[in-house]
């Protein structure tokens, strides 16, 4: 049971290149998450996506887009890196968003420099 | 969602009990109180989940007072691997809400 895993673990870019994160969840989790994490900072929430076939916007979505490819799967995509988008991007599922006891299952990052 | 403050970091040695105390005073009827633990280099891990008076597992304790504007993490007899950064997070609509501050980061010294 691997739970959450994430690829790829390190990954750096040019200014302007583009790259697709992926996401995937053994756990028949209907939710998914992406957040980022800035050096000495908590999580902030890009995107998540309630159940299979919808996305919404978190709190740092611009730049940004998310596939929901199926009930495993969730990818996210940066069409033009820039350097503030250098971080570490976690993805995290649940068993169903807006539960009122939701707990969170976090992959292990991946590490995102733009130079 | 209600917010919470927390210490933002706490120092202890090997073998003491740690106690993070987390407020949130404006907590909601339907709200549970969350904890969650991040090694350097990791995602974070849930680690308890309490309502109201005291739940323990393997891992903590986690301590809500009646009035639940509060609740304490309690960690016993703490090793050098329990160094981590500790997030307290309260809400009954994740997602969106789910809202991860600092946290309190934890260092165990020998």
């Known amino acids: 049971n691997a739970g959450v895993t994430q690829t790829p673990k390190f990954q750096v870019l040019k200014t302007g290149q583009s790259m697709t994160l992926q996401c995937a969840q053994d756990?028949?989790?209907?939710?998914m998450y992406w957040y980022r994490q800035d050096p000495g900072m908590g999580l902030r929430l890009i995107y998540y996506?309630?159940?299979?076939?919808?996305?919404d916007k978190g709190e740092v979505p611009n730049g940004y887009n998310v596939s929901r490819l199926n009930k495993r799967e969730f990818s996210l995509r940066l069409e033009s890196a820039a350097p503030s988008q250098t971080s570490v991007y976690f993805c995290a599922s649940s068993v169903l968003q807006g539960a009122t006891n939701e707990k969170l299952f976090f992959g292990s990052g991946t590490q995102l420099s733009v130079l | 969602l209600a917010k919470t403050t927390q210490p933002i970091s706490m120092d202890s040695y090997e073998g003491q009990e740690v106690n993070i105390t987390c407020s949130h005073n404006n907590i909601a009827t339907n709200d549970y109180i969350t904890w969650y633990q991040q090694f350097p280099s990791q995602g974070p891990r849930f680690i308890i989940q309490?309502?109201?008076t005291k739940v323990t597992n393997e891992v903590a304790s986690l301590f809500i007072p009646a009035d639940r504007k509060s609740s304490t993490l309690s960690l016993p007899r703490v090793s050098l691997s329990d160094t981590a950064v500790y997030y307290c997070?309260?809400?009954?609509?994740?997602?969106?809400?789910?809202?991860f501050g600092p946290g309190t980061r934890l260092s165990v010294l020998p």
């Open positions: 756990m028949n989790h209907n939710s």
């Open positions: 996506s309630a159940s299979e076939g919808t996305t």
């Open positions: 309490g309502y109201k």
């Open positions: 997070l309260v809400g009954d609509n994740y997602g969106q809400n789910f809202v």
